[in-house]
């Protein structure tokens, strides 16, 4: 029997939940929006966030019943989904550890246990095999169904660690002070980020709490021993659409206070030798300006995106010197130049190497220069496509960096490259302990012309045996948004789609930072249906160029992705087997509407002010997904939440489901799935986080007739 033309869920015969229509409407520029759905956003939505068991029962009873209606529907695929997760499983090394990293007299490091969902935090002295576990993560999660672990930060002195801990999904951490001699906890602090910066003495250290929006607004001190009211306020940003956060220089030298929206920054300096000290500002705030922050020999090492005159920008970002107390960035010392394309994504440094890495289309790369003698090393993936990080561990006076290297097909290798001398140590070769052999793959990277002509960036996963006849079935997955970038990576679970005959396609378009800041630029704001083109663009060039099969192309986005998938579903959705949107920004213009939630005024850069500006609240609901559903035929889709998500909220892919379903004419099924115990990122331990993957795959496969007999 030919897979591809049975139809998908053909035993699902029970009605999906409905939603009661409950029609508000409002004029927002002169424009009357209706909303039927509203009533799923809680009145209490906040608590919510903080405790999933607070939602409304009428509201908690219908995403539930929307959860009996998904798994019926995939009950026939859970032979398939626990095979997927066994086979992504096997994959694992379930005693993984990460190589350690020095920090004076200890060598730091994380490893798991076999069978345990969470990471063990341990340490070494340098001249000593005797471990020490600082953090048993099973243990401390033991008491949970949703744990994940924020700062794990020694004190300088290396006798206590600060450490936190989010237990619901909101992204809210409790910080936790280790006695390291004792092994027991004192000085509980709430609402916080989980960022922490310990001040020199050992007496005291910096943190961020949280406001009832969940923003991360003010900065405290913390004196060790006191309780968490009587902390003192370092600083506090008023302006909703900003964000804070902290971190130290890697001479620790200097704590800094980063204040920032999604393109203008503000650095404030701490003096980690006097807890009394008034932060001030490197630079004033310009509305456009970005900065951050390292120390070296008494200067400030700066990337920013100023072009060193009054009035002119640097986008794509270059490196500056400017002496410590000095607030006139005119007068700073080029080190890096601006390089048009490629954008300077990052800054390190150490006693004797300046360290950067940038982006362009012919990928990443990782930048050495010595202090001293001016001269660079340059550093790039070992595969044609592939990818590379690196980082400078913990101390300053070091000519280690280390690096890691992966492509699509090949595994993760870490090393460690001593900068003067060229030696490399290959400290980490990513174990797939049920096997891989890369010669049995390819990866390309191959170009797709948009609807304007632009050449958009694909990356292109498949078996060497998988024919391009325009027969495959494939999984397209996309972003584009905040100027993020996909990597050319290896992941494991792609491979159970790949081995299964599946092309597994990245597509790089507009709104990420893949061909410099340009690329972010033109997929944002009034450019932002480039992005939703895009994707359309590659679909058509993958069947076109014969690498899939007509409507055999399951799309895949997650967040801002989501939102991507709602708007390709309304504009394109014939051409997609099934669309997958994981916990998607769907009711764009009626969240970025509201100032009152989570994330809307830091928003406001990203997407522009439709509150404001009509000009951005008639571009927003031109592409809003949730607003421009229409009726017509729908592909089956799969839409994911969490109910403690403070990103996007739980009611944003609810109200989309709801109002799909009562408008669309065909189609579907439209399936909903809400994680009732966790956020954003969904479930917690890394084990648990391969049902959310199984029950993707297993969709993908439906849709596309590719799920083996014996497995339906």
């Known amino acids: 029997m030919d897979?591809?033309?049975?139809?998908?869920?053909?035993?699902?015969?029970?009605?999906?939940?409905?939603?009661?229509?409950?029609?508000?409407?409002?004029?927002v520029h002169g424009v009357r929006l209706e909303d039927s759905y509203a009533w799923l956003r809680a009145k209490n939505w906040q608590e919510v966030i903080e405790n999933p068991k607070a939602v409304p029962v009428e509201i908690g009873a219908y995403l539930k019943r929307e959860n009996a209606f998904t798994a019926e529907a995939l009950r026939p695929l859970e032979?398939?989904?626990?095979?997927?997760i066994a086979e992504m499983r096997g994959r694992i090394r379930e005693d993984e550890s990460e190589p350690p990293i020095r920090d004076g007299a200890y060598l730091y490091y994380e490893r798991f246990r076999k069978r345990q969902q969470y990471p063990v935090f341990c340490r070494k002295p340098?001249?000593?095999?005797?471990?020490e576990v600082l953090l048993d993560g099973p243990k401390e999660a033991r008491a949970f169904d949703y744990f994940d672990i924020g700062a794990v930060l020694p004190s300088p002195n290396h006798a206590l660690m600060a450490w936190a801990a989010d237990t619901t999904g909101a992204e809210s951490y409790v910080i936790r002070i280790r006695d390291l001699a004792t092994g027991k906890d004192s000085d509980k602090l709430s609402r916080t980020s989980g960022e922490v910066v310990?001040?020199?003495?050992?007496?005291?250290?910096?943190?961020?709490?949280?406001?009832?929006s969940q923003r991360p607004y003010r900065v405290m001190r913390h004196k060790l021993g006191d309780r968490q009211a009587a902390d003192v306020e370092i600083f506090r940003e008023v302006d909703t659409g900003w964000f804070v956060s902290l971190d130290c220089t890697q001479d620790d030298r200097y704590g800094f206070i980063s204040v920032h929206d999604h393109e203008t920054s503000e650095?404030?300096?701490?003096?980690l030798d006097d807890p009394s000290e008034v932060p001030a500002p490197i630079f004033p705030r310009v509305q456009g300006i970005e900065y951050d922050i390292e120390h070296h020999a008494g200067n400030l090492i700066i990337r920013t995106n100023h072009g060193g005159e009054a009035g002119f920008k640097a986008p794509d970002f270059r490196i500056v010197s400017l002496p410590v107390g000095q607030t006139d960035i005119t007068k700073a010392l080029l080190?890096?130049?601006?390089?048009?394309?490629?954008?300077?994504?990052?800054?390190?440094?150490?006693?004797?190497?300046?360290?950067?890495?940038?982006?362009?289309?012919d990928g990443p790369r990782i930048r050495v220069r010595n202090w001293t003698s001016g001269e660079d090393q340059v550093f790039a993936p070992r595969a044609a496509v592939g990818d590379i990080s690196g980082m400078v561990g913990l101390e300053y006076v070091s000519d280690t960096l280390r690096l890691c290297f992966s492509s699509p097909t090949e595994p993760e290798m870490t090393l460690d490259r001593n900068l003067r001398t060229g030696e490399e140590t290959i400290l980490k070769v990513q174990e797939v302990p049920s096997g891989h052999d890369a010669s049995l793959y390819r990866v390309e990277r191959v170009f797709a012309p948009s609807h304007d002509g632009v050449m958009v960036p694909v990356t292109i996963l498949s078996r060497k045996d998988t024919p391009r006849d325009g027969t495959a079935p494939a999984l397209l997955y996309g972003y584009g948004s905040y100027g993020h970038a996909l990597e050319a990576d290896f992941e494991t679970e792609r491979l159970s789609l790949v081995d299964r005959g599946f092309v597994y396609v990245l597509a790089h378009v507009r709104g990420g930072m893949e061909k410099g800041f340009g690329w972010y630029r033109d997929g944002k704001r009034e450019k932002k249906v480039n992005t939703f083109l895009d994707f359309i663009a590659v679909a058509d060039f993958l069947v076109a160029e014969k690498y899939a099969a007509p409507k055999r192309i399951v799309a895949n986005g997650v967040s801002a992705g989501g939102m991507l998938m709602g708007a390709i579903a309304n504009m394109a959705g014939e051409k997609f087997a099934g669309i997958v949107a994981e916990v998607p920004f769907v009711d764009s213009l009626n969240t970025i509407l509201d100032p009152t939630l989570p994330l809307t005024p830091p928003e406001w850069v990203e997407w522009g002010n439709p509150i404001e500006d009509k000009a951005t609240f008639d571009t927003m609901l031109g592409y809003?997904?949730?607003?421009?559903?229409?009726?017509?035929?729908?592909?089956?889709?799969?839409?994911?939440?969490g109910l403690s998500d403070p990103r996007v909220t739980y009611w944003e892919p609810a109200k989309f489901v709801a109002k799909l379903r009562a408008t669309m004419t065909g189609g579907g099924?439209?399936?909903?799935?809400?994680n009732m115990g966790a956020g954003h990122g969904g479930a917690s331990g890394r084990f648990e986080q391969l049902a959310d993957i199984a029950r993707v795959f297993a969709f993908a496969m439906e849709v596309t007739g590719t799920v083996p007999e014996a497995q339906v």
């Not at 050992?202 to 009832?212: A, G, R, S, V």
């Not at 809003?624 to 939440?641: C, E, F, Q, R, W």
Request: aromatic content about 10%; hydrophobic content about 35%.
């Open 3 to 27: 897979k591809t033309t049975v139809t998908p869920f053909s035993h699902l015969t029970r009605k999906p939940p409905v939603a009661e229509p409950r029609p508000t409407s409002r004029t």
């Open 79 to 84: 032979d398939l989904q626990k095979g997927l």
């Open 126 to 131: 340098v001249d000593s095999k005797r471990e």
């Open 198 to 212: 310990w001040g020199r003495d050992n007496t005291f250290f910096y943190y961020i709490e949280l406001d009832k």
């Open 267 to 271: 650095v404030l300096l701490l003096d």
């Open 335 to 361: 080190l890096v130049p601006e390089t048009p394309g490629r954008v300077l994504e990052s800054l390190n440094v150490l006693e004797d190497w300046l360290i950067w890495s940038d982006l362009g289309e």
């Open 624 to 641: 809003s997904p949730y607003d421009n559903i229409a009726a017509k035929h729908y592909p089956p889709m799969l839409v994911t939440g």
């Open 669 to 674: 099924p439209i399936l909903l799935h809400t």
